[in-house]
Each structure stands twice: as structure tokens, then as C-alpha cells.
């Protein structure tokens, strides 16, 4: 078949393997403006759920916080020496247990404890455990932990962090792309070799970039499910998981939108023909 009836003329769409198979002979820009555009909306998804689902419990934490609380030479010190859960919801749990003792069995699916000497973070998976993350206190530090102090000092921040939060995590997506287009590219390229392609090594990079898209849209509608707790945390991972299977899909199949190669003409007359007549 002709390729020519495959490929759009303009890359808009990059939703559909021919979509994204348009990307390969659309300009840098083109594909820089689309990349942008859906990590936009990929931030707004993340600091939305951000916003709606975790801030609430950790403001509901802050406002529990007893007198007399702080940090002192890399310790937390709390006024009582019973396991308290300052709050929890579906989504997150904040909790002090200053030996860790395990007594505190909340069913949030991310849970920040604070014992006496460091920090933990689990999830119904179990506790993590970073190597290269100190979890310590700072020796240090002196820092008064109430609510009248801590309070107003978070509210006047919240929103900035919450901002340098979105800005992070979208240089951070747009970076992971540039790598993973990077890994996919010779996957395409290979595609349309042996499929007999019009896809230069350039043209594959582009293609593989735009095959990130469609998985990154369909996970950000599966966070904006999880946020309204329609999917649980199965599901998101779930999701999180295919999300990465739709770009090796793309890359793989949008190649064969791709023009083909125009065949060879048969040649002529054999030249030996005639020197074997001499």
C-alpha cells in the first residue's frame, strides 16, 4: 500500500499511532510545543491532587499539635509519651510514636511517622527504606513544633511550595521523557527498518518522544480518578505500570503510518549479456 495516504500532513493529534506517527516529519518546535503542553496539564493534575487530597490531612496534623512540642539537639520532643495520630484520611496519615513501636495501625495509603530520633514514610506496602535518605533530625536544629507557631508559618508558605512543588515535578516528567525517547528511539527506528519506512534516526527520536504522550494523558486521568476515589491504589498502580507498556506500543506500532521507501526500478539489460556475446 502507499504510505502516503497514512501519515497526516500536520502533527496535532498525538492520541493515535497515526497521530504519532506524524511527529516524525513534524519540526523540533512542533514537538517541543506538544510535550509542554500535555506536561502542563499533567502539573495541574498533580497539584490538584496535591491540594485536595494530601494537604488536608497535613493541616488537620498541624492544628493537633500540643504545646511544648519542638525539636532539640536532634530530638523530638513531645509531651506525652504515648503514640498519638494527629490525622488521618484515604489518602495520607500523619502519626507520632517517638520508639516506633508500631502501635499506631493507621489504613491511609501514605503514612508519615515521626518518632523520637528521625522520620518514617510507609505505605500499605510497607516502610521505605532509602539508603541515601537521612531520615535523621538535625543535631543542630532548635525549633519550636506548636501550633502557634507552626501553623501560621505553614499557611503563608503552603501555596509556594505547593507551586515550587508543580514546577519540579514538571521539569522532572519533561526530562524523563527526553530520556525514555531516548531508549525507545532505536525501537522505532528498528520498526521501521525492517517494515521498509521513511524514518531517519532524527525522525525516530521525534517519534518516540511523541509515544510518551498518550500514556502520560491516560495516567493523568487515572490520578484524577484516584483523587476523586474512584480507582483505588491497585488500580494506580495498575495504571501507572500499562502506562509505560502504551509508549513501547506506539513507538513499535506508529512506524508502520510512516511512508514506505520507494522500490528500486528493475534495471535494464545485463551488461554481461553482451560480453558474453563478444
Not at 528498528?190 to 531517519?200: D, F, K, P
Amino acid at each position: 500500500m502507499n504510505g502516503t495516504a497514512f501519515t497526516p500532513r500536520f502533527a496535532w493529534l498525538p492520541l493515535t499511532p497515526r497521530g504519532v506517527a506524524a511527529f516524525a516529519r513534524a519540526r523540533w518546535r512542533r514537538l517541543v510545543f506538544f510535550q509542554l503542553l500535555v506536561a502542563l496539564l499533567a502539573m495541574a493534575v498533580g497539584g490538584w491532587l496535591v491540594r485536595t487530597a494530601f494537604l488536608p490531612a497535613w493541616r488537620t496534623a498541624l492544628a493537633a499539635l500540643p504545646e511544648g512540642a519542638r525539636l532539640e539537639s536532634g530530638r523530638l520532643v513531645w509531651p506525652a509519651p504515648e503514640p498519638v495520630l494527629l490525622a488521618e484520611t484515604r489518602f495520607v496519615s500523619v502519626g507520632v510514636d517517638l520508639a516506633h513501636s508500631g502501635r499506631l495501625t493507621p489504613t491511609a495509603h501514605l503514612r508519615l511517622q515521626f518518632g523520637e530520633r528521625d522520620w518514617q514514610v510507609a505505605s500499605v506496602l510497607g516502610a521505605l527504606d532509602v539508603q541515601s535518605l537521612d531520615t535523621r533530625y538535625p543535631a543542630q536544629v532548635a525549633l519550636p513544633l506548636d501550633r502557634a507557631t507552626v501553623e501560621p508559618w505553614w499557611g503563608a508558605r503552603e501555596p509556594f511550595l505547593l507551586l515550587g512543588f508543580v514546577g519540579v515535578s514538571g521539569l522532572a516528567l519533561l526530562a524523563s521523557w527526553w530520556l525514555l525517547a531516548t531508549v525507545y528511539a532505536p525501537l522505532a527506528w528498528l520498526a521501521g527498518l525492517y517494515t521498509n519506512r521513511e524514518l531517519s534516526w532524527g525522525g525516530s527520536w521525534r517519534l518516540a518522544a511523541a509515544a510518551l504522550l498518550p500514556g502520560a494523558l491516560f495516567l493523568s486521568g487515572a490520578l484524577v480518578l484516584y483523587g476523586l476515589r474512584v480507582f483505588g491504589l491497585g488500580h494506580l498502580g495498575l495504571a501507572f505500570a500499562l502506562h509505560f507498556l502504551l509508549g513501547w506500543l506506539y513507538a513499535c506500532i506508529s512506524p508502520l503510518f510512516l511512508p514506505r521507501l520507494p522500490e528500486l526500478p528493475p534495471s535494464g539489460r545485463n551488461p554481461f549479456n553482451g560480453a558474453a556475446g563478444s
